[in-house]
């Protein structure tokens, strides 16, 4: 089974820059996908971005041009590069894991439990 750390959240200025960063304990199977949600107080959690095992990587829109998702397959860390961050980006974020088996059919979900983002002044 798989846990997720979160780490890296914390107080920023608007403008500023922050990186979050997920550790994942446990093997990942080589099919998978990370992915960093967030969610507002009163709000539903929604994407902000992910990344597939090949690399792929797709954001929410509200979060392009300003945030940059990576991961380092070696260490199965996966990292959230935010810039030019707004108070509306005040959020708890989540690290997300989604394996796949496509041999046998299986597919696994694993979050972490959050780390806290609050832009402001």
């Known amino acids: 089974q798989v846990q997720l750390v979160e780490s890296g959240g914390g107080l920023v200025q608007p403008g500023g820059s922050r990186r979050l960063s997920c550790a994942a304990s446990g093997s990942l199977f080589s099919i998978n996908v990370m992915g960093w949600y967030r969610q507002a107080p009163g709000k539903k959690r929604e994407l902000v971005a992910t990344?597939?095992?090949?690399?792929?990587?797709n954001y929410a829109d509200s979060v392009k041009g300003r945030f940059a998702i990576s991961r380092d397959n070696a260490n199965n860390t996966l990292y959230l590069q935010m810039n030019s961050l707004k108070p509306e980006d005040t959020a708890v974020y989540y690290c997300n894991v989604v394996e796949v088996q496509l041999r046998v059919g299986k597919k696994y979900d694993y979050w972490g439990q959050g780390t806290q983002v609050t832009v402001s002044s």
């Open positions: 990344i597939t095992s090949g690399g792929y990587k």
